[in-house]
């Protein structure tokens, strides 16, 4: 018998293209700087050109009285309006019980500068122009202090110290895990391998710059701006004005990418908010690029230090991580979070690790703060653990993919406790690695290889088997409105700045309620319109978004067979519901879900559902990836010359979708591993302050990747899905550099570390050539 199945061609598991990208691509978009509010000044800032110094005064007599001025505000008047400072959303206590130290990180600067580029006063004024030219007006006496722009020099006795209730520049000294337990498994091992790597600062810069547009409507505070989610950023102001949540009201439009940075409240907020207030107009305000790179807040830089313990026979005894993270010049939201809870989640991977133990210091310097920046953590971990095992094999003469897969967690052994903490569900580790070596070409390896060298080129592979957790369980809301003209929105507390979000969570809606796919429109971007919103962060967004939306349709459907049954004169329980139809069972009569959310809003009885869902927990998105290079002896240039992924994310809602995830996260890896550079001089200026010092991956020095999923259903979420946006950053550096130094091997060099930029590549080459 033959059996023919109609997919939808909105469902679950389609590649339908991103519903925005025709408005976008002819210029629709509504990006902040695209805002224009009736009466609107322009704000510029004022920012320090001293990494670390004494505040003595800020004169801004001139600025005042120069044209077009409306307002020029330092931290004085900030400070004496009562506001708070800006918060910090972690918990961390050090090994002795201690609470991490968050010293006050006031919006504008008042007794110190801290790093070149922070706030010291705003200037309104009635144009762009005018606000500039009064900002060069003001004058700032700093009466400068050493810096430190290094995190071990800022852990030494004899280092500038930034805050006085900090000693050693030492924010925290977190401790995690069975130490003496580890200690004991290193001691007996037959082999304990260790590294120290340096995960390079990188700067986030994100397409839009950030930018807000402040206004005070009916006694509350409005802002307009680009983030990561309109309802946590609405909380976090609150802290800040100190007043209600309810008082203050988020909009959020296009954005022009984030990738973590955009996350949390920056010290603009609140003096642009507090003009607008005074003045009793809008106040808008955005950053240059240079300012950017002076302000936005910096992702990574950290210093880690592992160990892999091994018994005879090449299996997993433990691991120990210590090292230092980088707060920059002060403690932000997340920054604390990144090298200490999500490190520790991470680092275990997909590995048999029966013991894991940590211990991190958190380190102020005079640099921009630091913040979460696409991974997270997970591409710090991963990195470790992936750079641990491939030494481990090169020091026991192990063939390293067989080392991995002894150590892989087996799909027998699932549910399974690792060492850090949590259960991972689901993944098959072991099928994910065949096939990513075998769309490799693992085997074909050594012909490649002949092929680059008669072209003079030293060719490597490398490989990353990775497990990565996404973002903890919470809450997120879920809505579905009927309109009048017949659409359909669908409400989420997550926030879309450039994953999506609307075609992937229509599909979701199409496939459960039968409504026209083109009908559904997603609403995320106002505060005042949400009874949650758990944001977009950490790859948590369809898992959040999916089980909400689902429990709203659930209470839709629910609400649809009641008054079907009185409109169609029917017992509630002969009403069923299928294609977005609602039918007597065993007769004609039906009605469909349009039509009848239409009729219940005439009899007052809308369908309409809002709802706050209880999310999921954390999943495991997995996979490996491959990639292989070409280095240039000669010059140190390094080029990917091929990439090859299978991931595992559970169900894949949209692969089209999925796939371009996975390509950008790949490219702001090898970016990472191969280019991205922040440099500060000894006095803490910004070297790579520009697109002309600071390097980005370009199409041109880029593969075509060739992906693969292997899809194994989460099993602690309603579709099974497990998130991708961060797999790709995740395995990239990881890949790239066990590529780079298996190419290098021959000659001599057995590490690097991150960026390896020609110059490193050559002088590497040259010193292992000078040693005997």
């Not at 910090?88 to 007794?111: E, Q």
């Not at 659930?554 to 004169?569: F, N, R, S």
């Not at 169900?651 to 996260?665: D, F, H, I, M, S």
């Not at 590490?751 to 050539?769: G, I, K, N, Q, Y």
């Amino acid at each position: 018998m033959n059996v023919t199945v109609t997919v939808p061609k909105f469902g679950i598991a389609q590649s339908v293209p991103r519903t925005e990208d025709p408005r976008l691509l002819t210029g629709g978009g509504r990006y902040t700087g695209d805002l224009v509010l009736p009466g609107t000044l322009h704000a510029v800032f004022v920012r320090s050109t001293v990494a670390h110094g004494v505040l003595r005064a800020v004169d801004t007599a001139a600025a005042a009285a120069a044209p077009g001025v409306r307002l020029v505000l330092t931290g004085r008047e900030l400070a004496e309006a009562g506001y708070g400072t800006l918060p910090c959303a972690v918990a961390l206590t050090s090994k002795d019980g201690r609470p991490m130290i968050v010293p006050p990180f006031p919006a504008l600067a008042t007794d110190r500068v801290r790093w070149v580029g922070q706030p010291i006063a705003l200037v309104v004024a009635d144009t762009l122009a005018q606000a500039k030219d009064a900002a060069e007006l003001v004058r700032v006496e700093i009466e400068p202090l050493p810096a430190v722009v290094d995190i071990e020099a800022a852990v030494r006795p004899e280092a500038p110290q930034l805050f006085a209730e900090m000693p050693g520049n030492v924010a925290f000294d977190w401790w995690w895990g069975p130490q003496e337990e580890v200690e004991r498994a290193i001691a007996r091992a037959h082999h304990v391998t260790r590294v120290r790597l340096v995960n390079n600062r990188v700067v986030v810069n994100p397409m839009e710059p950030r930018g807000a547009i402040a206004s005070f409507e009916e006694g509350r505070y409005v802002l307009r701006t680009g983030c990561q989610g309109v309802f946590g950023l609405r909380a976090q102001l609150a802290t800040v004005l100190k007043v209600p949540p309810e008082r203050i009201r988020v909009l959020a439009f296009d954005i022009g990418g984030s990738f973590g940075m955009k996350a949390s409240t920056f010290p603009e907020h609140l003096p642009i908010l507090h003009a607008a207030a005074i003045l009793g107009r809008p106040v808008a305000w955005m950053n240059d690029r240079s300012e950017s790179f002076l302000s936005d807040y910096h992702g990574r830089s950290s210093i880690l230090e592992g160990e892999l313990a091994l018994d005879a026979e090449g299996n997993f005894l433990a691991v120990r991580v210590k090292g230092l993270g980088e707060l920059g010049a002060y403690v932000t939201a997340y920054g604390p979070a990144i090298p200490t809870m999500v490190v520790q989640k991470n680092v275990a991977s997909l590995y048999r690790t029966p013991l894991l133990a940590l211990r991190i210091r958190g380190v102020v310097t005079n640099t921009v703060p630091m913040t979460a920046y696409r991974g997270a953590g997970r591409p710090e971990g991963v990195y470790l653990m992936e750079r641990l095992v491939e030494q481990a094999a090169r020091e026991l003469g192990r063939d390293p993919i067989g080392l991995r897969r002894q150590n892989l967690i087996r799909p027998d052994e699932l549910p399974f406790r690792s060492s850090c903490g949590l259960t991972y569900d689901s993944g098959d580790f072991e099928a994910v690695l065949d096939a990513a070596l075998a769309k490799a070409d693992w085997r074909g390896f050594p012909a490649r290889a002949a092929e680059s060298a008669r072209r003079g080129k030293l060719r490597g592979r490398g490989l990353c088997a990775y497990l990565e957790v996404t973002a903890p369980p919470g809450k997120e809301h879920g809505g579905i409105r009927f309109t009048e003209d017949g659409r359909v929105i669908l409400v989420s507390g997550t926030l879309d700045y450039g994953q999506g979000h609307r075609a992937a969570f229509s599909q979701v809606l199409h496939e459960k309620l039968g409504v026209p796919f083109e009908r559904i429109e997603l609403l995320q971007g106002d505060s005042d319109q949400l009874l949650y919103g758990g944001g977009t962060g950490g790859s948590r967004s369809i898992m959040a978004a999916s089980k909400a939306t689902l429990e709203a349709a659930d209470q839709v459907i629910a609400k649809g067979k009641a008054l079907a049954a009185e409109l169609m004169e029917a017992a509630e329980a002969d009403i069923l519901f299928a294609g977005g139809t609602f039918t007597v069972a065993g007769t004609d009569r039906r009605i469909g879900l349009l039509e009848l959310a239409a009729r219940g809003r005439e009899l007052g009885r809308p369908l309409d559902t809002d709802l706050v869902s209880e999310t999921p927990p954390s999943a495991f998105p997995n996979g490996c990836h491959v990639a292989e290079v070409e280095v240039d002896p000669e010059t140190g240039v390094v080029e990917v010359v091929r990439y090859c992924a299978v991931d595992d994310f559970g169900t894949l809602v949209n692969p089209l979708l999925v796939e371009g995830q996975v390509q950008g996260g790949i490219v702001q890896g090898i970016g990472q591993a191969l280019l991205e550079h922040t440099v500060y001089d000894p006095s803490g200026q910004l070297v790579t302050g520009s697109f002309m010092d600071y390097a980005l991956p370009r199409a041109d020095e880029l593969p075509s990747f060739e992906l693969a999923f292997h899809p194994v259903p989460a099993t602690t979420n309603p579709l099974g899905v497990k998130g991708c946006g961060e797999a790709g950053i995740t395995a990239a550096p990881a890949a790239v550099v066990n590529a780079v130094l298996d190419a290098l091997a021959s000659r001599g060099v057995s590490h690097l570390d991150m960026p390896l930029t020609p110059e490193r590549v050559w002088r590497s080459l040259r010193a292992a050539r000078s040693r005997p």
